[in-house]
């Protein structure tokens, strides 16, 4: 048996590029357990006291349960609207317009920072809406091309002959739809949950014209504490975040393993 010899240059182009993608998540752990007033790495002793310091100022308290609470909301909103349209795209294709398509993906198209001064000038000024709904307006915008791509991409490959058999033999087409369709798309349901959830939790473009007086997300959270303090918050914040993405694709991976997301 041939065993095939790496070259040293294909090892250390390798070693560079993983240490180009870890090294950036050292560094911001690095700094979270520093035990100095400021930010540094290498850490200067190791403290747990910034991460405890998060839950101790009350704005971070209140826009981590505000991101939460947008993050589900416009994910949940975007889901409603976003599995019936990347079912009417992929069932009905032919007789639908081709450019109906590129209608969901315009919010990508768009510049974010653009996005977020249309719904800013259209949505909380000229309509007068609160700042917690136009929030949740602007975060639903901005995930649904991300579920009507995913969705569409695991309705590519259903057999909808299936759908028609089981309404051809008495099935009512809502119960079909519930019953055969949804159960063979759950893959990219929960896949396009996840995404949609993470990019709201982490959005800063949008909710940075959105966000006011008493409601804030904690990005923009984490920017107003920067520009008064240099500790060792701000890395601790980030630590957490990335530790609450590690812990979704954990238990996705628990539950139903990541290869089944790629099915």
Same mark, same amino acid.
Not at 65 to 76: K, V
Not at 128 to 157: E, T
């Given at each position: 048996?041939?065993?095939?010899?790496?070259?040293?240059? !294909?090892?250390?182009?390798?070693?560079?590029?993983?240490?180009?993608?870890?090294?950036?998540?050292?560094?911001?752990?690095?700094?979270?357990?520093?035990?100095?007033?400021?930010?540094?790495?290498?850490?200067?002793?190791?403290?747990?006291?910034? =991460?405890?310091?998060?839950?101790?100022?009350?704005?971070?308290?209140?826009?981590?349960?505000?991101?939460?609470?947008?993050? =589900?909301?416009?994910?949940?909103?975007?889901?409603?609207?976003?599995?019936?349209?990347?079912?009417? !795209?992929?069932? %009905?294709?032919?007789?639908?317009?081709?450019?109906?398509?590129?209608?969901?993906?315009?919010?990508?198209?768009?510049?974010?920072?653009?996005?977020?001064?249309?719904?800013?000038?259209?949505?909380?000024?000229? =309509?007068?809406?609160? +700042? %917690?709904?136009?929030?949740?307006?602007?975060?639903?915008?901005?995930? !649904?091309? %991300?579920?009507?791509?995913? +969705?569409?991409?695991?309705?590519?490959?259903?057999?909808?002959?299936?759908?028609?058999?089981?309404? *051809?033999?008495?099935?009512?087409?809502?119960?079909?739809?519930?019953?055969?369709?949804?159960?063979?798309?759950? *893959?990219?349901?929960?896949?396009?949950?996840?995404?949609? =959830?993470?990019?709201?939790?982490?959005?800063?473009? +949008?909710?940075?014209?959105?966000?006011?007086?008493?409601?804030?997300?904690?990005?923009?959270?984490?920017?107003?504490?920067?520009?008064?303090?240099?500790?060792?918050?701000?890395?601790?914040?980030?630590?957490?975040?990335?530790?609450?993405?590690?812990?979704?694709?954990?238990?996705?991976?628990?539950?139903?393993? !990541?290869?089944?997301?790629?099915?």
């Amino acid at each position: 048996m041939m065993t095939t010899k790496l070259h040293p240059a !294909l090892i250390a182009f390798t070693a560079l590029v993983f240490v180009f993608l870890i090294g950036p998540l050292i560094i911001v752990v690095g700094a979270a357990l520093s035990d100095t007033t400021y930010l540094t790495f290498p850490p200067q002793g190791l403290s747990l006291r910034w =991460f405890e310091n998060i839950f101790a100022i009350s704005a971070f308290r209140r826009t981590i349960i505000t991101s939460l609470q947008i993050a =589900f909301l416009s994910t949940f909103i975007a889901l409603l609207i976003g599995i019936p349209a990347a079912y009417a !795209l992929n069932r %009905y294709r032919v007789q639908l317009p081709g450019w109906l398509s590129t209608l969901f993906v315009l919010p990508i198209l768009v510049p974010e920072l653009v996005l977020g001064f249309s719904l800013l000038k259209n949505v909380a000024v000229q =309509f007068n809406a609160p +700042i %917690y709904l136009s929030l949740v307006v602007g975060h639903s915008l901005l995930v !649904l091309p %991300y579920v009507v791509r995913v +969705i569409s991409a695991s309705l590519a490959s259903f057999d909808f002959s299936i759908e028609e058999a089981a309404i *051809s033999l008495g099935s009512p087409p809502l119960k079909t739809f519930f019953t055969i369709l949804l159960p063979n798309v759950r *893959s990219g349901v929960i896949a396009a949950f996840i995404l949609s =959830f993470i990019t709201s939790i982490n959005d800063v473009s +949008i909710s940075i014209f959105l966000t006011g007086p008493g409601i804030s997300t904690l990005p923009i959270q984490i920017l107003a504490h920067m520009e008064q303090f240099f500790d060792p918050t701000v890395a601790s914040v980030s630590v957490l975040l990335m530790a609450l993405t590690v812990a979704v694709m954990a238990i996705v991976e628990r539950t139903l393993g !990541l290869t089944f997301l790629a099915k």
